[in-house]
């Protein structure tokens, strides 16, 4: 692979953002066109580039009128470059040392499966970003790394393990996650509480669902979110996930440790109440949480009509779609709840 495809794609996008050549971003930095078109196609990796440089290049762009998102995006695609060349090589360890999030699985995803970020959708093309044999190699490797890890200290490599599979699209995905299931099963033996293991089984029945399989998600949900510990442990993976918490975790066991300010429970329904009808392959796990969240913070949709109403819509549209994979007696919980809000305040 070129080292540093996803950061040089991602420069690319913000560059057509701003409504810039290559040329005229050469120009602008005091560069050769060659050095652009060298960061943009990887083969000059931006994770090469002199701090300072970087930091031109990116108040330029910002100036120019790029979308702030990818431009505040760059540092996270150098480490998925980072990531996917060690991987590819064969070290997925990686996964086993940060808890990543989810605008660094979106790039990772974008350079697996051809989905770019929302914010380059229009000028960027629906290609992945690694070749065949790459992206075969990072699937094995992942598999791999996880088969061969065990216990508690395994869990995080785990749990984004089987995340990152969901994106392989050969069919060796979802077989080696049936697999994975049944080892699983042997493995952490969930019973409701609390352990770092269920993290692994809540990220495993997600990958499963995204995959196609929505029965062990809905099992999940109904087994292991009854408990307070697990309940919150939830609502913090999520709020984590979307970038609520600016320092990194290093295990799974932040989540059953910290708690969500109000804050952050208002912007993570707000993410979940604009995602909710995207995230169709795990809509039960959104609407769970969007639950928890209103039942804990009964004043949050009050308190904003504007979401009570797009609430109010997006689950009566949910609730009249067909196999709706969502538990419908939560569902329609929601429902009465965002409507009553935005009644109350119309």
Same mark, same amino acid.
């Not at 420069?11 to 078109?37: F, S």
């Not at 695609?77 to 360890?93: K, T, V, Y």
């Not at 989540?255 to 109440?273: F, G, I, K, P, S």
């Not at 639950?291 to 949709?301: F, K, Q, V």
């Given at each position: 692979?070129?080292?540093?495809?996803?950061?040089? $794609? *991602? %420069?690319? /996008?913000?560059? &057509?953002? !701003?409504?810039?050549?290559?040329?005229?971003? +050469?120009?602008?930095?005091? @560069?050769?066109?060659?050095?652009?078109?060298?960061?943009?196609?990887?083969?000059?990796?931006?994770?090469?580039?002199?701090?300072?440089?970087?930091?031109?290049?990116?108040?330029?762009?910002?100036?120019?009128?790029?979308?702030?998102?990818?431009?505040?995006?760059?540092?996270?695609?150098?480490?998925?470059?980072?990531?996917?060349?060690?991987?590819?090589?064969?070290?997925?360890?990686?996964?086993?040392?940060?808890?990543?999030?989810?605008?660094?699985?979106?790039?990772?995803?974008?350079?697996?499966?051809?989905?770019?970020?929302?914010?380059?959708?229009?000028?960027?093309?629906?290609? $992945? *970003? %690694?070749? /065949?044999?790459? &992206?075969? !190699?990072?699937?094995?490797?992942?598999?791999? +790394?996880?088969?061969?890890? @065990?216990?508690?200290?395994?869990?995080?490599?785990?749990?984004?393990?089987?995340?990152?599979?969901?994106?392989?699209?050969?069919?060796?995905?979802?077989?080696?996650?049936?697999?994975?299931?049944?080892?699983?099963?042997?493995?952490?033996?969930?019973?409701?509480?609390?352990?770092?293991?269920?993290?692994?089984?809540?990220?495993?029945?997600?990958?499963?669902?995204?995959?196609?399989?929505?029965?062990?998600?809905?099992?999940?949900?109904?087994?292991?979110?009854?408990?307070?510990?697990?309940?919150?442990?939830?609502?913090?993976?999520?709020?984590?996930?979307?970038?609520?918490?600016?320092?990194?975790?290093?295990?799974?066991?932040?989540? !059953?440790?910290?708690?969500?300010?109000?804050?952050?429970?208002?912007?993570?329904?707000?993410?979940?109440?604009?995602?909710?009808?995207?995230?169709?392959?795990?809509?039960?796990?959104?609407?769970?949480?969007?639950?928890?969240?209103?039942?804990?913070?009964?004043?949050?949709?009050?308190?904003?009509?504007?979401?009570?109403?797009?609430?109010?819509?997006?689950?009566?549209?949910?609730?009249?779609?067909?196999?709706?994979?969502?538990?419908?007696?939560?569902?329609?919980?929601?429902?009465?709840?965002?409507?009553?809000?935005?009644?109350?305040?119309?």
């Amino acid at each position: 692979m070129t080292a540093g495809v996803i950061s040089g $794609a *991602l %420069l690319q /996008a913000a560059r &057509r953002t !701003a409504g810039l050549t290559q040329e005229q971003l +050469a120009e602008g930095l005091g @560069a050769d066109v060659a050095t652009v078109k060298g960061w943009e196609t990887g083969r000059r990796p931006l994770c090469n580039v002199q701090a300072g440089r970087l930091v031109r290049v990116r108040r330029y762009l910002r100036a120019a009128g790029a979308h702030p998102e990818l431009l505040a995006q760059l540092d996270t695609a150098i480490d998925a470059d980072a990531f996917a060349a060690q991987a590819i090589a064969g070290d997925c360890s990686q996964l086993g040392a940060e808890v990543t999030t989810r605008a660094w699985h979106a790039l990772i995803g974008w350079a697996v499966r051809g989905d770019p970020p929302a914010a380059a959708a229009s000028v960027m093309p629906r290609r $992945a *970003l %690694l070749g /065949a044999g790459d &992206r075969g !190699a990072l699937f094995a490797s992942v598999r791999d +790394a996880a088969d061969r890890s @065990a216990g508690d200290d395994g869990c995080l490599l785990r749990h984004q393990a089987y995340y990152l599979a969901a994106d392989d699209d050969s069919g060796d995905g979802a077989a080696w996650l049936a697999d994975a299931r049944r080892v699983e099963g042997r493995r952490i033996r969930l019973d409701g509480t609390w352990t770092p293991g269920w993290s692994v089984g809540r990220s495993l029945a997600v990958a499963e669902s995204r995959s196609g399989d929505p029965d062990p998600l809905g099992w999940f949900i109904r087994h292991h979110l009854d408990d307070p510990v697990c309940d919150a442990a939830n609502l913090t993976y999520w709020a984590y996930w979307i970038g609520c918490y600016p320092e990194a975790a290093v295990g799974p066991e932040f989540m !059953a440790e910290r708690r969500l300010t109000v804050e952050q429970a208002a912007r993570l329904l707000r993410h979940l109440a604009s995602s909710l009808e995207a995230a169709l392959p795990y809509a039960g796990l959104s609407v769970a949480a969007m639950d928890s969240l209103t039942r804990r913070w009964p004043g949050l949709l009050p308190c904003d009509r504007q979401l009570a109403a797009e609430l109010t819509a997006c689950t009566a549209r949910l609730l009249d779609t067909p196999g709706q994979p969502a538990s419908r007696d939560l569902l329609a919980s929601l429902h009465r709840f965002a409507r009553d809000a935005w009644r109350d305040e119309a």
